[in-house]
């Protein structure tokens, strides 16, 4: 059985190599068997505060009439879930989509844009542009925006004191250097933890890393430069072997851990060191749930020669199916979770950073004091809007292979740290990565 492009991309969204010919696969479209009749909206997202989620929607209920059946599904299979139920027919109305998916998943077909829709113009003037091009894919909008944020050194300061550290690194070699104080003073066995075991979405700290260097792995036409021009990603795959393998400070259960558990590892105190999103020192710093609370500081992320500095955004966006039998209710729903209510003010995107410190799109939400104030509670503000300002997208979200070149940069990095690839061999491996997939594409 031949495969046409289209698709090769319903099958790239899930990370996935192309299956085997098989006659239920090539049964199966993404289109809807019918809906509900009552117009309710199925809606699906992956199971960050489910509880919460509900939450809203009970309200959004409340204040529509509309019905929304809301699924949490586990983030470690988010995309292939999601993927395979579009496939194979019932996908959700409305969604929650990662940036990385964005582009497969329109050539796939599962999303529709919302140009022309009431309200959309005004929320993408509201906004700031790099939210606003990521949420774009060639010329046409396709989501309100859910969350941004930037990646940060996130460091337990109390820890760090016992240590006799008084500041956080600003180099890679300063950081490593620290966490072997940390270690020999007896506090903690591996003081740096990240999440590290393979799954269908990004490693946000590889990337902020290469970055924090002012390095990349891309040029703007998305030809890899990893192995060529810039040094730096190999640079940075050289310091990670080196501080998992032989000072030995990086826990090599990262292999097997994905962001939940370092999350509840720097509550615990079990870390004196992650890099990881903005909002999550806010988790850290809340007494109800942490053992580390008003231990927990954010920093710029330590660079190769800790002169330069940089970072990573992302951009989480919720949208339409293409196929929804229901869309001016799945809209409805869409325009109340990212876009602005009857006083124009960001509803959702306040509420989900007054309860969780999730970042921001839109810009009006700076200057709101009732944000400026929480805020003031887990982060210091200047380092909080310096991070942002230095922040940088990924300049590859824009082709349809994305998703399947970012699985194989988990399987190299998980390489590296377990001193398994060298980091020459790393960059190249990643280089020819790239090679195949844009001929599997073209």
């Known amino acids: 059985m031949e495969f046409n492009r289209r698709q090769i991309l319903k099958y790239a969204g899930l990370g996935l190599a192309l299956p085997a010919a098989s006659p239920l696969l090539s049964a199966c479209s993404n289109n809807k068997s019918g809906g509900s009749g009552d117009g309710s909206v199925k809606f699906e997202g992956w199971d960050y505060e489910a509880a919460l989620v ?211 590892a720097m509550k615990a105190n079990r870390y004196a060191y992650t890099i990881g999103a903005r909002y999550a020192s806010r988790d850290y710093n809340d007494a109800t749930k942490s053992k580390a609370a008003g231990k927990i500081r954010m920093a710029l992320i330590p660079s190769l020669d800790g002169q330069v500095h940089g970072t990573v955004s992302n951009t989480r966006l919720y949208a339409l199916a293409k196929d929804t039998e229901v869309k001016d209710n799945a809209f409805k729903l869409l325009t109340y979770l990212g876009g602005l209510d009857a006083d124009k003010k960001p509803y959702t995107a306040k509420f989900w950073f007054l309860q969780r410190g999730l970042g921001f799109a839109y810009k009006s939400m700076a200057t709101d004091p009732e944000v400026t104030a929480s805020l003031k509670k887990f982060a210091d503000p200047a380092i909080y809007a310096h991070l942002g300002e230095i922040a940088k997208p990924r300049n590859v979200l824009g082709v349809p292979w994305y998703t399947e070149f970012e699985i194989e940069l988990h399987k190299v990095v998980q390489g590296v740290l377990s001193n398994q690839t060298q980091p020459s061999a790393a960059v190249a491996s990643l280089a020819q990565t790239v090679d195949t997939l844009k001929k599997k594409y073209n």
């Open 54 to 264: 509900q939450q809203n929607l009970d309200n959004f209920t409340k204040t529509s009439n509309i019905k929304v059946n809301y699924t949490p599904i586990t983030s470690a299979q988010y995309v292939q879930k999601v993927v395979a139920e579009f496939t194979g027919g019932g996908g959700p109305d409305a969604l929650y989509v990662y940036d990385d998916s964005l582009a497969a998943w329109v050539e796939g077909d599962y999303l529709q844009p919302l140009d022309g829709m009431a309200g959309v113009d005004e929320v993408y003037d509201a906004i700031y542009p790099g939210n606003a091009a990521a949420m774009t894919y060639q010329g046409k909008r396709y989501g309100l925006p859910y969350y941004t944020d930037s990646n940060c050194l996130t460091y337990n300061a109390d820890i760090l004191a016992k240590a006799g550290i008084t500041k956080p690194p600003a180099s890679l070699e300063e950081l490593e250097a620290q966490a072997i104080k940390i270690k020999d003073a007896g506090l903690l066995q591996y003081p740096i933890g990240v999440p590290a075991q393979l799954s269908d979405t990004w490693w946000s700290w590889v990337w902020a890393l290469v970055f924090g260097s002012g390095g990349n792995m891309f040029d703007d036409q998305q030809a890899p430069i990893m192995n060529t021009t810039d040094t730096v990603v190999k640079d940075v795959f050289a310091w990670l072997q080196q501080a998992a393998n032989k000072s030995k400070v990086i826990d090599p259960a990262c292999l097997q851990l994905l962001a939940v558990p370092i999350d509840n």
